[in-house]
């Protein structure tokens, strides 16, 4: 019995890596399109956009871990039954159902991993990325700035400077404009230096003289000189900060633990699960049905994972409106009685002819 336990968990284990590295690959080239876009061209070394898709690697493996296990799983046991594995085993005697001993062991792997990743290594990841993407913006920002042009590097901005330091984000002998809704601001200085936290990119200004007109007011034009002064250049996001919960480890969720804390502990909490109950349920729908091919693996494969994806993000949703924090789990719950279902009709040999 450990050798046939052995043969299915080594056919799975590399199934799965096979499939593992394929949707990792897919994804990286997916975003990799995008933050070229946003770094490069701009002096931004290639190597700084291979580490950041490096370090998003963690953000993917919630999703990618239950994914290849799925295809894994169903892919192994339909080639089984084509190949009449599954019906010599039978007629020796050996249970179909003992099968779910070795599934049920890499399926528990694979779910502790992905609760390691998905608690404590995504977030630090995530934070990670976004203050080495904030760096590179400001560098991008200050390395586009020509020495001796005029520069408009977002909308509404523009610079002109004599001096530029793109490394640093330093600017000397310096002129700013910035176009806001009801305002304008226009300041001419000697030193500058460009910045960026929590998605806003600053200008820390010293030895100055500022403009300040309000189109609504225009009688009101300010004319000031100051020794030091930060302007608001651009915002990024809403508002998004390192305190926001997708940033925080479990044990921080956990001693925080506000209405949206809990929301993303238990959202995390249900893809972590997840590789356990895709696996076994996986395992009880192929032996369920004798006869099948790649093919019909791979369209069970996609609409187990579609199926729960769009429940999962529904219940997201509903739970942050309906104050259900823990809704995201009903998705586990749904697809675990799915799987005492088929593991019934499994273990009672009532199969589809």
Request: hydrophobic content about 55%; proline content about 3%.
């Amino acid at each position: 019995m450990k050798v046939l336990h052995r043969y299915v968990l080594e056919e799975i284990v590399r199934l799965f890596l096979l499939l593992f590295v394929v949707f990792i690959l897919i994804v990286i080239m997916n975003r990799a399109s995008f933050i070229a876009e946003t770094i490069l061209g701009y002096g931004i070394p290639v190597s700084s956009l291979f580490v950041i898709l490096f370090k998003m690697v963690p953000s993917f493996l919630g999703f990618l871990i239950p994914m290849s296990l799925t295809f894994a799983v169903l892919i192994v046991f339909f080639l089984m039954n084509s190949r009449n594995e599954i019906i010599a085993m039978r007629a020796c005697g050996i249970s179909v159902a003992e099968l779910l001993r070795p599934i049920f062991l890499i399926s528990f792997i694979l779910t502790l991993i992905s609760f390691v990743s998905v608690m404590f290594v995504m977030p630090a990841s995530n934070v990670s990325i976004k203050k080495q993407i904030q760096e590179l913006v400001r560098k991008k920002l200050s390395l586009s700035i020509t020495p001796g042009s005029f520069t408009s590097n977002f909308p509404g901005v523009t610079f002109y400077a004599e001096k530029v330091f793109p490394e640093r984000g330093i600017l000397e002998d310096f002129m700013v404009s910035v176009n806001k809704k009801n305002e304008k601001i226009t300041i001419f200085a000697s030193y500058g230096r460009i910045r960026t936290e929590n998605g806003t990119v600053y200008l820390d200004i010293k030895d100055g003289v500022g403009q300040f007109l309000d189109w609504n007011r225009p009688q009101n034009l300010k004319l000031l000189r100051f020794k030091s002064y930060t302007l608001v250049v651009y915002r990024f996001t809403g508002g998004d900060s390192f305190s926001s919960s997708k940033y925080l480890n479990m044990f921080a969720l956990l001693n925080r633990w506000h209405f949206d804390d809990k929301v993303e502990f238990f959202k995390r909490l249900s893809i972590a699960l997840t590789p356990l109950i895709m696996g076994l349920l996986s395992f009880t729908i192929a032996a369920s049905i004798p006869r099948g091919s790649i093919g019909t693996a791979v369209l069970l494969g996609l609409f187990m994972i579609v199926s729960y994806y769009v429940l999962y993000t529904v219940a997201k949703k509903v739970a942050i409106k309906s104050g259900l924090f823990a809704l995201p789990l009903a998705v586990d719950f749904i697809f675990a009685f799915m799987f005492f279902v088929f593991h019934r009709r499994v273990i009672s040999e009532t199969y589809v002819k």
